[in-house]
């Protein structure tokens, strides 16, 4: 753990620099937990057979530094921690763990070693604290990309081993968990929890969250902290589209929309192929035109993110009336208007044969009457009131049918 040049350092210098207990500058823990203090001694070689005799540890604290030369003092004092010495001494591991803290054990602390006629206090204290609450986990996600396996990493420091967190993910996700301990580069140890799962387009959003358990001294109950996190996964674009009218007549305004779901969002490129040829319209996802025979043909819509480019075709008709229509149009329309005309002719025809009919008929029938040209003029009372004579109108109206 020393860098070998400490000990090149050493060899010429007094012992009082070659003492020294490695450990780390600043530990957190959670109140009713426990604390491991990892350290490291190192001390000149002719001490070596001291740590072979009863040695004690202490680490004192700060903001009572001048109380413990006081008499009487009690160094089992309430507003010192609890503290055993884990490590074997011998093998200069002065590795302690602090028990049962409140966050008024929060101070800093110094390692103070006693054997018989040799004492030394490390300098260079530790800084405790003592947090009312557990810490938030620390979440690590990679950027996800559909399809692309990823761990979501979520750890937190496990400050005493014997009372050690637990974290897991809590989602809906489809994934492996795997749980662990890890030891740090200052001996110092957390648990952590991976997913490793398959990103899908579906899981954009969607809030995933870390939690950790921490048990303290207390069996009955523990401390809980947990952190949310809202996953952005990346995908290339889906459910492209191109939307428009279905039937294009020639000079209306066209409008195509083309749509896409990606993540980022996609870029659009209109490309119309004509004969072969590709011809770029524009890149934004609307296009615009008033129709023309030139506009007919294949519209390609190209929605493209970082990911990957995807196509749309649409096939665009422009209705139009053709020269051929136009000119039977153009023949047939005299013929068309016509028809209404001589319909009005015949219809005036019909009308003046019947007129014309009724002298005859009262004609015929004059044998029977007197010669009365004012019946003319109420035919239907005269029908009325000789209703016998119905034969003759019917016959005289078939011949009417005729001339006309
Ligand atoms: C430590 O000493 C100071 C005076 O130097 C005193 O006020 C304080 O009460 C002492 N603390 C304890 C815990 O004895
Ligand atoms: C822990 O400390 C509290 C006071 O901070 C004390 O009441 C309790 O008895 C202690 N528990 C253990 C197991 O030492
Ligand atoms: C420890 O507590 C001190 C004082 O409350 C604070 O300044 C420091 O940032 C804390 N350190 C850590 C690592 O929490
Ligand atoms: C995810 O974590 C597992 C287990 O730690 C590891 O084997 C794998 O290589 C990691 N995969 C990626 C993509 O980081
Ligand atoms: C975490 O807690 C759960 C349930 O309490 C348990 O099944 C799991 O084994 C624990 N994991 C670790 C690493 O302690
Ligand atoms: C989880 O692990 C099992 C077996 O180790 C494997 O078959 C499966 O594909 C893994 N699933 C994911 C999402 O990594
Ligand atoms: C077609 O669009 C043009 C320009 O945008 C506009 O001047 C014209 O009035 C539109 N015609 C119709 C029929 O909507
Ligand atoms: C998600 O990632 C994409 C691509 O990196 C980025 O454009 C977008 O802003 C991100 N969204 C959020 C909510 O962070
Ligand atoms: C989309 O179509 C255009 C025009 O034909 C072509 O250049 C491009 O390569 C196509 N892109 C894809 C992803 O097929």
Redesign the pocket.
């Known amino acids: 753990m020393l860098p070998v040049g400490f000990f090149v350092f050493c060899t010429y210098l007094s012992e009082v620099y070659c003492q020294s207990a490695l450990i780390p500058k600043t530990l957190t823990t959670t109140r009713g937990s426990c604390l491991l203090i990892p350290c490291q001694l190192n001390i000149p070689p002719e001490k070596d057979s001291v740590l072979q005799s009863s040695v004690q540890v202490k680490w004192k604290r700060e903001s009572l530094w001048k109380n413990y030369s006081e008499e009487g003092f009690n160094s089992l004092h309430e507003k010192e921690p609890e503290v055993e010495v884990l490590g074997d001494l011998r093998k200069k591991d002065c590795t302690s763990v602090m028990r049962n803290l409140s966050s008024l054990h929060s101070d800093r602390y110094f390692f103070k070693l006693e054997a018989d006629k040799y004492t030394f206090t490390e300098t260079k204290g530790i800084r405790i604290n003592v947090s009312d609450s557990p810490p938030e986990p620390s979440v690590t996600i990679p950027d996800l990309v559909e399809g692309k396996?990823a761990n979501l990493t979520c750890s937190v420091s496990a400050p005493c081993p014997r009372l050690s967190p637990n974290v897991t993910w809590t989602s809906a996700l489809?994934?492996?968990l795997t749980q662990g301990t890890r030891v740090n580069a200052d001996g110092t140890h957390s648990v952590f929890a991976i997913l490793?799962?398959?990103p899908s387009f579906l899981h954009l959003g969607l809030k995933v969250n870390c939690v950790s358990v921490h048990p303290v001294e207390r069996a009955d109950t523990f401390l809980q902290s947990h952190k949310v996190t809202m996953l952005n996964v990346t995908y290339p674009p889906k459910d492209i589209q191109i939307s428009s009218s279905n039937s294009v007549w020639l000079g209306d305004n066209v409008t195509l929309i083309c749509a896409s779901n990606a993540n980022p969002p996609a870029r659009y490129q209109w490309i119309q192929k004509k004969e072969g040829v590709d011809e770029e319209l524009g890149d934004s996802h609307v296009l615009s035109f008033t129709a023309t025979q030139e506009n007919a043909g294949q519209y390609v819509c190209e929605a493209k993110n970082f990911l990957a480019a995807v196509n749309s075709t649409l096939q665009i008709h422009v209705k139009a009336i053709s020269f051929t229509t136009f000119l039977l149009i153009i023949t047939l329309s005299p013929v068309l208007l016509l028809i209404p005309i001589i319909l009005i002719i015949y219809r005036w025809c019909k009308e003046q044969h019947k007129s014309d009919s009724n002298p005859n008929i009262y004609a015929n029938e004059s044998n029977l009457y007197q010669q009365a040209p004012q019946l003319q003029s109420e035919p239907y009372n005269a029908k009325a009131t000789h209703s016998n004579n119905s034969l003759y109108t019917s016959r005289a109206e078939e011949s009417i049918y005729a001339n006309c």
């Open positions: 396996l489809a994934g492996n490793n799962f398959i």
